[in-house]
């Protein structure tokens, strides 16, 4: 790990893997790991996952056997479905105990196969060195995500008399054929309406700053998935037209739907289905990405493009300068959809004691944050109106969990988040329901001191089962759970909390809270009274 530059290592000890724990803590070495002991397994996963998706290398998680290891499912699927590299280390029984029924054996190996790209069992201490190089290089090879080292006892006791494996650069991607790039400056060059769709791998930092750099000279119009949030920067924004998932009702779908070429960019299926956005598809569909697509009867590219995305990107632009126009009319289109889009963040003026519509908290949060700050969202129906309404600027800053849509994940990322960027202010939302999922860890971030700020979303429902339910059946089953005091649950953790009410306005109370150091929990009672809107029925085509 200190070969490779690890610098943090989450997880929770116990005796089939406490002597790594005890080298990890008490080793002289000044460039060893830093150990982050968290209040669940699954946590910790989605910890090591948040240093994956934030900096492009693996993050690390350490559990010990039988449960700890089975903690790291959900963790572990969750970074796989959407492209985190991640490599977990679990404690195994000694290898003689292995066929026995034996205090906490289980099959780890065979556990987490369907949850990672590859899992192991290192039989032998002289491969440890070679198991972890080969995680290393699958984590992050494309499509990056989790995997996993099961260790025996009996193997990390053992002797090594092999030195380590030497540290191996990383697999390059070359650029897609000449011919291919020619044909799709073609294509976009004939296209009347030409948009972009923008996905999970082209919020990579290099990706970014190369799709940038061809939109300023060449300006197409492009909607993000939730995890391309941000490809777009300030001085971009007037091609900015939102970001599409889980639903098909927003403008983004209208523009792809009226697209005679979709340029789909490091996109991903498990962000948002193609049987959604390209439903009735007219026009082409190209495919750029670092990884061949799955094809399906909803998404069969015309052309697919595979190869460093930042490199294509950058050997398009050279192709594209200063040749490709749009017409008056289509540019006209764009304007008309575009105010009408941008109006649609505006929130009611009106509220009653103390309870906040959605798109308040969301314009008032916006307020507190600028390009640099790191907003990480949890699941819930607040998900939805932050992936549909918040603005954010620079890639990888608005984390959502869009693939397994996991609830939970917010907390342990902003902790990540902290430790990685221990002189900014990180923000967490969630909801109610989700929130107690890790709320325990606010434990660890008051530890680490991180400076967090949590608001939590309260209505005493999981909302975004319910309201679907709703538009479903006409009523909901199994949503509803009792009060949580979480201004007190904060307290009790050693964590400011703070409440908005009808006596602390959202204004004060957030103003408050960004000036707090350390952890802070802000409780916000939200009205998802019209939720139903979320789920409505494509927007009129506004093209005709």
Do not use: C
Not at 69 to 74: D, I, K, R, Y
Not at 246 to 257: E, H, S, T, W
Not at 261 to 290: F, H, S
Not at 467 to 474: A, I
Request: glycine share 8%; charged share 20%; hydrophobic share 40%.
């Amino acid at each position: 790990m200190i070969d490779y530059g690890i610098k943090y290592v989450f997880g929770i000890p116990g005796a089939k893997i406490d002597q790594l724990f005890e080298e990890l803590e008490h080793n002289s070495n000044p460039k060893k790991p830093q150990l982050i002991i968290t209040r669940h397994e699954q946590n910790a996963a989605f910890m090591a996952a948040a240093v994956g998706r934030l900096t492009g290398k693996p993050g690390v998680v350490l559990v010990t056997s039988g449960p700890g290891v089975a903690n790291l499912a959900t963790g572990l699927v969750t970074a796989t479905s959407e492209g985190d590299p991640v490599i977990a280390l679990g404690g195994q029984v000694p290898r003689d105990d292995l066929a026995r029924l034996t205090h906490q054996s289980i099959p780890n190996q065979s556990i987490l196969a369907p949850v990672t790209k590859n899992s192991v069992e290192v039989q032998n201490p002289n491969n440890l060195s070679e198991a972890f190089a080969n995680a290393y290089q699958e984590a992050t090879d494309t499509k990056n995500g989790a995997v996993f080292i099961s260790i025996p006892q009996d193997v990390i006791g053992g002797t090594v008399t092999r030195p380590n494996m030497r540290v191996t650069p990383a697999v390059e991607q070359g650029v897609p054929a000449q011919s291919q790039l020619a044909e799709v400056a073609s294509k976009i060059k004939q296209a009347k309406m030409p948009v972009i769709l923008a996905g999970m791998r082209a919020s990579q930092q290099r990706s970014t700053q190369a799709l940038r750099q061809l939109l300023k000279q060449t300006p197409l119009p492009v909607v993000e998935t939730f995890q391309g949030a941000g490809v777009i920067s300030h001085d971009l924004e007037d091609l900015y037209f939102g970001r599409v998932g889980l639903f098909r009702n927003q403008i983004g779908d209208v523009l792809l739907k009226n697209a005679d070429l979709v340029l789909a960019i490091g996109y991903d299926p498990i962000e948002y289905e193609a049987r959604n956005w390209n439903q009735d598809q007219k026009g082409i569909v190209i495919n750029l990405d670092t990884v061949a697509p799955e094809l399906t009867q909803d998404y069969q590219p015309e052309l697919i493009l595979q190869g460093d995305l930042a490199d294509t990107l950058n050997a398009l632009a050279q192709l594209l300068q200063d040749d490709y126009q749009m017409s008056e009319k289509t540019k006209n289109q764009l304007r008309t959809i575009k105010q009408q889009f941008d109006q649609r963040d505006v929130p009611p003026e009106k509220v009653v004691n103390g309870v906040q519509h959605p798109l308040t908290i969301v314009q008032e949060l916006q307020k507190h944050v600028d390009d640099s700050t790191i907003v990480t969202v949890d699941v819930g129906s607040h998900y939805i109106w932050m992936a549909r309404h918040f603005r954010s600027y620079e890639p990888r800053h608005l984390l959502f969990s869009n693939g397994m849509q996991t609830l939970g994940v917010a907390l342990p990322w902003a902790i990540t988040a902290s430790l990685l960027h221990p002189d900014q202010q990180i923000v967490s939302v969630a909801g109610d329901g989700g929130f107690l999922f890790s709320g325990q860890e606010l434990e660890t971030a008051v530890r680490l001191h991180s400076n967090i700020v949590q608001l939590i979303w309260v209505d005493g429902y999981y909302d975004m089962v319910r309201f679907q339910e709703q538009v479903k059946y006409g009523q909901e089953a199994g949503v509803k759970f009792g009060p949580v005091d979480f201004v007190e649950y904060a307290h009790s953790f050693g964590a400011a909390g703070l409440r908005v009410d009808q006596d602390h306005d959202l204004q004060s109370v957030l103003d408050q809270a960004f000036a707090t150091e350390g952890p802070v929990v802000v409780e916000i009672p939200v009205d998802y009274s019209q939720n139903a809107q979320l789920k409505q029925e494509l927007l009129p085509d506004q093209f005709h």
